[in-house]
């Protein structure tokens, strides 16, 4: 078994103490992908993968992603919500894997709502 340098032991803190301090509350952003069953077979486990995978690529640190079970909109999936810090959530449907990606660039990464796909602003029901 090969042993543990001092530079892995110090990756290894670091990755736990940003996962501590995303666990306190000190993150920017959140994104949850809506994952029940109808989810799921709509393609969020392709939009899940996007943003981990945008996140990783990126080296975020600052940004929980997460997922829910399914938010009762089944003919609306896949859907995300997007929170930042001191602003509504804001409900995302109908996504695919380009409409996501807009969404994390402009929304999550930009600060800026894409009111092309958003259902709702907190409580707030967009316009169709």
């Excluded at 995303?22 to 899940?48: E, L």
């Excluded at 996140?55 to 859907?79: F, H, Q, R, V, Y």
């Amino acid at each position: 078994m090969p042993k543990i340098s001092i530079e892995d032991l110090k990756k290894i803190k670091e990755q736990q103490l940003n996962k501590m301090s995303v666990r306190a509350g000190h993150h920017r952003a959140k994104i949850t992908v809506h994952m029940g069953t109808c989810g799921i077979a709509a393609g969020a486990r392709d939009i899940m993968t996007l943003f981990r995978d945008k996140i990783a690529e990126k080296d975020i640190s600052d940004i929980i992603l997460t997922n829910s079970g399914c938010a009762g909109l089944c003919a609306k999936e896949p859907m995300i919500t997007v929170e930042l810090e001191g602003s509504a959530p804001v409900k995302y449907v109908t996504l695919d894997k380009a409409k996501a990606e807009r969404v994390f660039d402009e929304h999550v990464m930009g600060g800026k709502v894409v009111e092309d796909y958003a259902l709702a602003i907190g409580s707030e029901t967009m316009a169709t």
